[in-house]
């Protein structure tokens, strides 16, 4: 039972272009939750989605980020209009039902230049 | 909304010895409280966690202590070893899972041979 998909691993973006996360969840497991972690600092919830629903977006910046969980596919954080500050690493996690113990991937890690 | 304050930063310890890492929150209505350890270059890794509904739970060499009144809940590491080096976060979300987690900002604990 694989983990945790996330692609790419690393991914280089200029300022203004678009970045595209994807996140697998294991199998069997249908709620999917991102977080994004800055230097030196912990983990901030960004988004809670299951299957083709937004469950709780209160921690996604209101412009340029959004987030989709279609019923085929995985999960995919789209930063619009990249700029400096949005260099991080971006983790996705997922577990089987609200509630339960979640897993994370091994994250992406987004440098804008 | 939630606050996590974690301490200490940084944690060095002799090998063998008990390593304890404290965090404090202020949602009383927060309900589960997982602990993560990070690796570097690598996502965070659910080691144990405990809900609100217990005091004390343990697995192996590794403890957790929650005191709801009070606020906070304890990571105990006893016998460590130098794999124990790593990041350990703690968290804490009154959703019962992974959505909407609130992190401290992270414990680098050292393992010194």
């Known amino acids: 039972n694989a983990g945790v998909m996330q692609n790419p691993r690393h991914l280089v973006r200029r300022r203004g272009q678009e970045a595209r996360l994807r996140c697998s969840p294991m199998?069997?497991?249908?709620?999917v939750y991102w977080y994004r972690q800055l230097p030196e600092e912990g983990l901030k919830f960004m988004v809670y989605l299951q299957k083709e629903n937004i469950i709780d977006e209160s921690g996604m910046p209101k412009e340029r980020f959004s987030a989709e969980f279609p019923k085929e596919g995985p999960s995919i954080l789209r930063i619009q209009q990249v700029v400096r500050g949005d260099s991080a690493a971006y983790f996705c996690?997922?577990?089987?039902?609200?509630?339960?113990?979640?897993?994370f991937g091994q994250g992406t890690r987004l440098t804008v230049v | 909304g939630e606050n996590v304050e974690q301490h200490p930063s940084t944690l060095s310890v002799q090998e063998g010895d008990s390593a304890v890492i404290k965090c404090t929150y202020s949602d009383s209505a927060s309900n589960y409280f997982p602990w993560y350890k990070q690796e570097l270059g690598k996502g965070p890794q659910l080691i144990i966690d405990?809900?609100?509904?217990?005091g004390e739970k343990k697995d192996q060499r590794i403890a957790v202590t929650l005191n709801k009144t009070a606020k906070h809940f304890s990571l105990h590491i006893t016998e460590t070893q130098p794999e124990d080096s790593a990041v350990y976060f703690c968290a804490a979300t009154s959703g019962g899972g992974a959505d909407g987690l609130t992190f401290g900002k992270g414990t680098h604990l050292i393992i010194q041979p």
């Open positions: 996690a997922s577990s089987p039902t609200r509630g339960s113990e979640a897993f």
């Open positions: 199998k069997g497991h249908s709620h």
């Open positions: 405990i809900r609100s509904n217990v």
